[in-house]
C-alpha cells in the first residue's frame, strides 16, 4: 500500500506558502525530483509543518512512467471560455506547498526549499496565504462547503491501490484575483445568487440561478474533489489561492470547462468579480515513491 503525502488532508494550519519551480534549462529531470523528495524527505514532525511536493504530470511520467497516471496532462492551453472569459495556463514543473501554525516556520521552510532547489530549478512564483475569519474566502462566504466528510476525502483526493500513480492525487492550483469594490456593491442577497448560498450559514439555495458558482461547479454532477483553498494578497490586490485534489484529472477539468461557459454557453456569474491569473496541474505522487530518491 503506497503511503500519501500526509500534508493534502492535514487540516487546521494558518499559514501558507506555494512555491512554483521552473526546471534549470539542460538539466536532468531526474536530479529536479531527487532535490524536492529530499528536501520534503528531511523534514520531521519536529518541525510543526506539513510539506507536500508536486511536478508537472509529463515530468513524473517520464522519471517514473510506471507510477503516473496516464491520462493526466499539464495546464498547457487557456480555458478559453464565453463572452471573452478565459482562464491562463502558467504550468511549471514543480510545485511546493509548506503549510504551519505560524508563519516564521514557512518563511524558514521557504527559504529551504528555493536553496534545497536551486541547482535544479528557479522559483517562478511564490504566494502567502493566510485564514480569514475562520474558514471564509475574501468574499465573505464559507469556503469547501461541499467538501467530503474526512472519512471520505481520502477517496475523493487520492488514486486507488492497484492503478498507476496509487496514493498519489491530482492538484489544480489558481490564483483568483477579487474585484472587491464590485463585489461589495452587492447586497447580501445579490451576493447569495452570485455563489449559490447563504452568506450567513452557507446552506445552498433552493432557486439558485443557473449561473451561480454552486450550480457551475456541482459536485454531484462533475464528481467529488477536497479543496483547501486559502485567502493570499494584501488590502489592495488579494484573492484565493485555489488548491483542489482529485483522484483524477476528469472533475478539475470539468468544473474549469463549465465555470467558463463551454459546456453549455452558461458563465459562472463568480468570473465576473474574480479572474483567474495562473493555471497548473501538478501530480503529487505518494511518499512511498518520493522516498525512492529523497
Not at 511536478?55 to 491520462?71: G, I, Q, S, Y
Not at 442577497?189 to 458558482?213: F, T
Not at 464528481?223 to 485567502?231: A, D, K, L, T, Y
Request: hydrophobic share 45%; with cysteine.
Amino acid at each position: 500500500m503506497n503511503v500519501p503525502q500526509s500534508g493534502i488532508l492535514a487540516l487546521g494550519t494558518p499559514a501558507h506558502a506555494y512555491l512554483e519551480f521552473d526546471a534549470v534549462e539542460g538539466i536532468d529531470r531526474v536530479e529536479l525530483v531527487a532535490a524536492a523528495a529530499s528536501f520534503a524527505g528531511a523534514q520531521t514532525t519536529g518541525t510543526g509543518a506539513n510539506v507536500v511536493v508536486g511536478f508537472r504530470p509529463e515530468l513524473w511520467r517520464h522519471v517514473m512512467p510506471d507510477d503516473a497516471p496516464e491520462d493526466v496532462t499539464g495546464y498547457v492551453r487557456a480555458v478559453a471560455g464565453v463572452e471573452g472569459f478565459s482562464m491562463p495556463a502558467t504550468q511549471h514543473d514543480a510545485f511546493v506547498w509548506i503549510a504551519s501554525g505560524a508563519y516564521d516556520a514557512v518563511f524558514d521552510l521557504s527559504s529551504s526549499a528555493i536553496a534545497a532547489l536551486a541547482n535544479a530549478a528557479s522559483l517562478a512564483d511564490e504566494t502567502v496565504g493566510w485564514p480569514y475569519r475562520h474558514n471564509r474566502d475574501l468574499t465573505g462566504f464559507i469556503d469547501g462547503s461541499e467538501n467530503p466528510p474526512l472519512i471520505e476525502a481520502a477517496s475523493a483526493a487520492l488514486i486507488p491501490d492497484g492503478q498507476p500513480g496509487a496514493g498519489g492525487s491530482v492538484l489544480l492550483l489558481q490564483k483568483w484575483i477579487h474585484e472587491t469594490a464590485k463585489w461589495v456593491s452587492l447586497s447580501d442577497a445579490e451576493q447569495a445568487k452570485v455563489i449559490g448560498r447563504n452568506k450567513s450559514d452557507s446552506v445552498e439555495l433552493e432557486d439558485k440561478p443557473e449561473d451561480s458558482h454552486v450550480a457551475r461547479t456541482d459536485q454531484d454532477t462533475f464528481g467529488h474533489i477536497v479543496r483547501r483553498n486559502m485567502p493570499f494578497g494584501d488590502a489592495s490586490m488579494h484573492g484565493t489561492m485555489f488548491v483542489g485534489f482529485c483522484a483524477t484529472q476528469r472533475p478539475l477539468a470539468a468544473m474549469l470547462d463549465s465555470m467558463a461557459g463551454r459546456a453549455n454557453g452558461v458563465r459562472d456569474a463568480l468570473t465576473r468579480f474574480s479572474r483567474p491569473m495562473t493555471g497548473a496541474y501538478y501530480f503529487v505522487p505518494a511518499l512511498t515513491s518520493l522516498r525512492r530518491f529523497g
